[in-house]
């Protein structure tokens, strides 16, 4: 298999970062599609990047995401420095462009999520979609629904038998689901607190 990162297909992750001083800085890096650039394996990547800076207690950066996403090892993620511009380079396949700011009600960083998803190489029948993620618990639900439905897929073609690595990719999809709806719950229940903290403030101050 080609793993080429300068050759398409190509998944790109993109990060546009709001620092605690006002300032904005900017990340991009890229991977082959094959076999883990994908919506499904890389969003649970940028959903363990949002949980390191809420554990953390660190507001993101560039610096840090590209660190954090070339020392992943369980979970392959992009690690190229992609210095094109994603929409006009018909390599890509993927896009994933993620706004961050540090966080407001929680230590959980503000996020925002554009998706890209077209041909490569695009012909005259192409196809292309474009969807937007907005709000830290829609990234995170998304990353739980994307890799649920990878999960699924691999699950059926275990069943029949014909793809030699699926009942391996099938078994890292199940941890990697699990993982991703106990970090949803996480998520969602201190957003959930913080609203009902800032209720009852609410209250006392009328």
């Known amino acids: 298999m080609q793993l080429d990162p300068r050759r398409g297909p190509l998944c790109v992750v993109q990060a546009t970062i709001t620092t605690p001083s006002g300032g ?21 990547n940028l959903v363990s990047y949002l949980h390191a800076s ?25 690690t190229v420095d992609y210095p094109y511009a994603a929409l006009h380079d018909d390599r890509v396949a993927c896009l994933m462009s993620l706004v961050l700011a ?14 890209v998803q077209q041909e490569s190489r695009p012909t005259r029948c192409s196809w292309s979609s474009l969807e937007h993620e907005r709000g830290t618990l829609a990234v995170l639900r998304r990353a739980v629904r994307e890799v649920e439905a990878e ?6 073609l275990v069943r029949k038998g014909s793809h030699p690595a699926a009942q391996e990719q099938h078994r890292l999809a199940e941890r990697v ?30």
């Open 24 to 44: 904005v800085e900017f990340a991009s890096l890229s991977m082959p599609t094959a076999p883990f650039g994908t919506l499904a394996w890389q969003l649970p």
């Open 54 to 78: 809420c554990d953390r207690r660190e507001p993101p950066t560039a610096s840090s995401f590209i660190a954090y996403m070339r020392s992943r090892t369980t979970l392959p993620s992009p």
């Open 102 to 115: 540090p966080g407001r009600e929680t230590a959980w960083p503000q996020a925002s999520l554009a998706l």
């Open 151 to 156: 999960q699924l897929r691999l699950a059926d």
């Open 177 to 206: 689901t699990e993982w991703s709806r106990g970090i949803y719950a996480m998520a969602r229940g201190a957003h959930t607190a913080a609203r009902a903290a800032a209720a009852r403030r609410a209250l006392r101050s009328t």
